[in-house]
């Protein structure tokens, strides 16, 4: 059974499968497991620490698929400068760029005339039609189940989709609590073209920088086990709920401010969490979709059983309909 939208056709891959952008996580390995398996993976530019770091990684995705990738720039993160590593990327003429976590204005001019793909994470229908006014070919819209940072309006999945699928021409990618096939039809019956998954691909083989520790918290967790953090800075974002996390909503409740939150919600802590596998004295990001996550495929083995569930469910439906 072909699963062929106007995302498929866009980035010229088999299936509208798309890998997220995962801080510190999504590196070349994951990146060519995705694309190989006929989806579209991702390279995490901004937790690489210079732009040479992003020109190995794309040197070495290259080698290891002959398939369309992407790199994603999360462009918010207290003023890092992005620009060095978006030029690399124009250098390297990467297939797709995705931009999410400001406004995407001043990286999508700068792929004017560029033969790449561009993609906006939005996270309401306000900016969505931004995006696509800006020049986006495509939006991956991301409901609040997700794991991660997060739109500041709280707007489930399944509200948001058909919302932005009414409000814009171009396809639309749903995100935000997919983990298998029925994520995959649900959201394509809403309207979308294809869906994109951050927590499902981090409890895969070769997310090879996931402690294990991490991707088990991920299999443990139930549709309770996540919490939002950083809100009150206007930066929500969905992790594992633990002593750590705990320790910030209380800070935030006490009215604390950055400064003194900064430890706390630091790279640092985020990586002795999912890189060192200390699970109290950090946090690991992970969507609510974790509790239908119950073990840890080959990228391969996860593509084509969301793909084989997808396919009986179409059938089923068909039957039903008879
Ligand atoms: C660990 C983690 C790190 C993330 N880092 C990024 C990032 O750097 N850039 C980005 O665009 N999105 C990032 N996201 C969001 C994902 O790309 C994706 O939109 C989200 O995970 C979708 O929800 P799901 O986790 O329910 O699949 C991250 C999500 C997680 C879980």
Redesign the pocket.
Known sequence: MKWQTRVTKLFGIEYPII????????YADLAAAVSNAGGLGQI?A??LPHPEHLRKEIQKVKRMTSKPFGI???IGQHGRPYEEMVEVAIEEQVPVV?V??GNPKHVLDKLVGQPMKKLV?VASKRQAIKAEELGADAV?V?GQ?????LGRADTGTFVLIPQVVDAVSIPVIA?????DGRGFVASLALGAEGI???????ATKECVDAHPMYQNAILAADETATVVIKRSLGMPA?ALKNQWTEEILKLEKAGKGYEDLKTYISGVANKRF?HDGDAENGF???????AGITDIPTVHELVSRIVNEGNNIRQSLIKKEK
Do not use: C, D, K, P
């Open positions: 890998q997220g952008g995962l801080a510190h996580l999504a995490t901004m937790s994603n720039f999360a995705s999410t976590g994470l991956i991301v189940e997700g794991g991660g940072h995100s935000g609590g997919i983990i994109e998954m951050g927590t499902r691909f981090i969905r999912i690991g990001w992970a969507g609510q979709g974790a």
